[in-house]
């Protein structure tokens, strides 16, 4: 599932290729994942790209917003020659789009290439085609004014950013508080306490703090408050770092599916020797959810 920091690799990624363009047209070849009428949003410009947790949001002129969550299994493909590719990997990312998985095309004109030949555009931007693709559909786009969107029941209730400086320690402690008796790696992803911290990096935060993921939050000391903190965002960091978990796989030069976490320090490693201590990386579940850890350096 595509976590923070491959939705702001995609955030990044989008915001140098759509940025000033228009859409022209959306066409649903999934109604169901679609959510208002696409049409307000044709013939709108692009103002800004936003990540608000795990999801994405694309400002538009007219006051509307194109909110993405990718949820388990979408991709956003922006193709203008180009490709540019994010959300959960799968081998036929690079094949021709749309494909079966597509739900829908978002089409692109540059009416900045129309701008008198006298002025001094170098090159100007290919318009293309912007591809929202979903195998297992519990994905969606919905089309939102923007003034209402901080009120939209999607992001009313996220806590802070935890890249953002209002994320202090302080407040991850008063916000974890609320589940006291829950473990610390469990208690982590709940999107109240703080944003788009989910299961590969929930694993990856408690490694850098040396915490046992298994800890009751009540059993924090302040020490490990903030250890925790810095490690939740030195866990994204690191990924943001490396494109996040969808790229690695990529570099296969082979398309083979492979392990696109190579960067992570726990996560999928059970058995390995860890990174830090020369431990052995352990897999155990909580919440239904794999948890990994270096018993040896986590405490
Ligand atoms: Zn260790």
């Not at 046992?212 to 903030?226: A, C, I, S």
């Not at 296969?252 to 599916?257: A, L, N, S, T, V």
Request: hydrophobic share 35%; with cysteine.
């Amino acid at each position: 599932m595509p976590e923070l920091p491959e939705v702001e690799t995609i955030r990044l990624g989008l915001s140098k290729k759509i940025i000033g363009l228009k859409i022209t047209k959306i066409q649903l070849l999934s109604p169901k994942s679609f959510l208002g009428n696409p049409n307000l949003a044709e013939g709108k410009k692009v103002l800004k790209i936003v990540r608000f947790a795990k999801m994405l949001g694309i400002e538009l002129s007219g006051d509307l917003t194109l909110l993405f969550h990718l949820k388990m299994t979408g991709q956003l493909i922006y193709d203008d020659g180009n490709r540019l590719i994010g959300g959960h990997p799968t081998p036929d990312m690079r094949d021709s789009m749309p494909n079966a998985h597509t739900r829908v095309v978002f089409s692109f004109s540059d009416d900045r290439s129309y701008v008198s030949p006298k002025a001094k555009l170098k090159v100007p931007a290919t318009a293309g085609f912007l591809y929202f693709n979903d195998q297992r559909r519990f994905g969606w786009v919905k089309v939102i004014p923007s003034v209402i969107l901080s009120e939209a029941k999607d992001l009313k209730n996220l806590g802070p950013e935890p890249l953002q400086k209002e994320f202090t320690w302080e407040i991850l402690k008063q916000n974890l508080l609320r589940h006291k008796s829950q473990p610390v790696k469990v208690a982590i992803m709940d999107q109240s306490v703080i944003s788009g911290v989910g299961n590969i990096y929930a694993s990856e935060a408690c490694f850098e703090a040396k915490l046992d993921p298994r800890k009751k939050v009540k059993d924090l000391t302040e020490e490990e408050f903030k250890s925790l903190h810095q490690g939740i965002i030195t866990a994204l960091q690191n990924g943001i770092k490396h494109g996040g978990s969808s790229r690695a796989h990529f570099v296969d030069p082979e398309g083979k599916r492979g392990y696109y976490l190579d960067f992570a320090k726990v996560y999928m490693k059970e058995g390995r020797k860890c990174p830090r201590c020369g431990g052995v990386v352990t897999k155990i579940t909580q919440a239904g959810r794999g948890t990994y850890f270096c018993p040896k350096c986590q405490k």
